[in-house]
């Protein structure tokens, strides 16, 4: 088992940084200046120019992948 444990720690990418993720709410509460409407940053995670994660009945906007589509870079 501890041989088992070892392999699986081993094999871990621990160097990834953990996405930053908010709901559309959160979007527009913490980046107020973007002046961004919840319709519109819905009809990004709709049209898929943006990576998002669905929760239940929350949907989750990685910030990184916005801040690039807003600069012109795509998701």
């Excluded at 720690?9 to 990834?16: M, V, Y």
């Excluded at 996405?19 to 979007?27: C, D």
């Excluded at 990004?44 to 239940?56: A, D, F, T």
């Amino acid at each position: 088992m501890r041989g088992e444990l070892e392999f699986i720690l081993k094999n871990i990418d621990i160097t990834r940084p953990v996405p930053r993720m908010r709901t559309i709410p959160q979007v527009k509460k913490e980046f107020p200046d973007l002046q961004l409407s919840e319709r519109y940053l819905r009809s990004l995670v709709r049209e898929h120019k943006v990576v998002c994660v669905q929760v239940g009945v929350k949907t989750l906007i990685n910030l990184d992948s916005l801040f690039a589509f807003l600069n012109g870079q795509g998701a």
